[in-house]
Nanobody, 130 residues
Framework: QLKLVESGGGLVHPGGSLRLSCAAS????????IAWFRQGPGKEREEVSC????????RYTDAVKGRFTISRDNAKNTVYLQMNNLAPEDTATYYC???????????????????????WGKGTLVTVSA
């Protein structure tokens, strides 16, 4: 079974940066699309970004465009989320999730990967505060 473990969260001042990692074990990520979600205090879970198995399809929610960058290193079985210029509204627990598919996305969001998104990590907390 694919296991995902997020890391890299922490406390950062507004304007700061963090890099989150989503490390996989059990299976190679070569055949998985990966998405990042977040859930802030008192908020619903929201999609942040996703990347196809080939890295050809990448999507970001509008709130993070230009500040966050998703990438993957299949040799390390890890997907990253580089987060720059963080703001208090980015405070949330960040989760990665995987879908076994080689499909590229046709739409503007990550919804094409929701079906079959069966593997989830337990999350890493990001707190942005002065």
């Amino acid at each position: 079974q694919l296991k995902l473990v997020e890391s890299g969260g922490g406390l950062v001042h507004p304007g700061g940066s963090l890099r989150l990692s989503c490390a996989a074990s059990g299976y190679s990520l070569d055949y998985y699309a990966i998405a990042w979600f977040r859930q802030g205090p008192g908020k619903e879970r929201e999609e942040v970004s996703c990347i196809s198995a080939s890295s050809k399809s990448i999507r970001y929610t509008d709130a993070v465009k230009g500040r966050f960058t998703i990438s993957r290193d299949n040799a390390k079985n890890t997907v990253y989320l580089q987060m720059n210029n963080l703001a208090p509204e980015d405070t949330a627990t960040y989760y990665c999730a995987a879908t076994a598919t080689l499909n590229e996305l046709s739409g503007s969001s990550c919804r094409g990967y929701y079906y079959g998104m069966d593997s989830w990590g337990k999350g890493t907390l990001v707190t942005v505060s002065a």
